[in-house]
């Protein structure tokens, strides 16, 4: 097969996105920036590989198909294609990384330290998230929070994933006017926040071991690991301020945040 290929790694692990000689040269550009943050390139043998291949005319359904271990996957849209690539390599690296454990948790940063807050798809993480860097905090990320042995946070800077009704964008925390944190740091704040539109957005102080159940709870390795995944939820909420709530304005939400640092 001609066309390219990157493998790369990332927290550990060796991951390897290939493309057919039917993607277009320019097009390849957007599939290097669906590689996990951080990723470095190397030679290593991968352990999960997954190839591009176009298919059939442009106006066609199923445009594009995604090879990888787990089957083939069609695509008629290359927006929803490099989705499905940041999201398969992402999960892989997140699940099997033998240097860190891995959230599902949007992470920001402050003069204190990070803030966490535990949830997956649809909670609403990413939208405060956005609202807290518009207050000003450091961005680390909007889908995991890397926590390695000494219970530091890293950056896991990867485009925001902005939901509207048009759809879905991938910005760079830049485009938001907001600074990417460049540096781990440690827990200052954990909160098991979900939205509702019809909540009174009072957010409420948890028991510190609640926090850490709900950080288990949104581990990606719970099963797999659960001993890292213990110990990283513990050192977590222990000593942080722990806050759990609905929250309907994301603004209002991360003022409470803020003020719970102050």
């Known amino acids: 097969m001609s066309g390219g290929r990157l493998r790369v790694r990332s927290f550990g692990v060796v991951v390897e996105l290939a493309w057919d000689d039917g ?8 599939l290097a920036a669906t590689l996990p943050p951080g ?11 997954v190839t591009v291949r176009a298919d059939g005319p442009v106006d066609a359904d199923g445009r594009f198909v995604l090879d990888g271990p787990d089957g083939r996957a069609r695509h008629a849209h290359w927006d929803g294609l490099l989705h499905a690539v940041e999201r398969d390599l992402a999960s892989y690296v997140a699940l099997h990384s033998p240097d860190a454990v891995f959230f599902h948790a949007g992470a920001v940063g402050t003069p204190r330290g990070a803030i966490l807050l535990p949830g ?4 609403g993480k990413t939208t405060l998230v ?8 450091s961005y680390l990320s909007d889908e995991y ?13 990867r485009r925001l994933s ?7 964008w991938n910005v760079p925390a830049s485009e938001l006017g907001a600074r990417v944190q460049d540096a781990p740091l440690l827990c200052a704040l ?6 509702d539109p019809d909540a009174d957005g009072v957010l409420t102080p948890l028991d510190p071991g609640r926090a850490a159940l709900a950080l288990v709870d949104n581990a990606v390795a719970a099963l ?6 213990l110990l990283a939820s513990g050192a977590l909420a222990r000593g942080a301020v722990c806050l759990a709530g609905r929250r309907s304005d994301a603004d209002a939400a991360a003022r409470q945040l803020l003020d719970a640092l102050a």
């Not at 997956?120 to 909670?123: E, L, Q, V």
């Not at 956005?130 to 905090?137: E, I, N, Q």
């Not at 954990?190 to 939205?195: E, G, L, N, P, Q």
């Open 23 to 30: 993607v277009h040269p320019d097009a390849a550009a957007n």
């Open 39 to 49: 990723a470095t390139p190397t030679d290593d043998e991968p352990g999960r590989r």
């Open 120 to 123: 997956r798809s649809f909670a």
């Open 130 to 137: 956005s609202a807290l860097l518009r207050a000003g905090c």
């Open 145 to 157: 929070a890397v926590v390695d042995a000494g219970g530091l946070i890293h950056p896991y800077p």
């Open 162 to 168: 902005i939901r509207g009704e048009g759809g879905r």
């Open 190 to 195: 954990v909160a098991s926040v979900t939205y």
């Open 224 to 229: 797999t690991r659960p001993r890292e995944v």
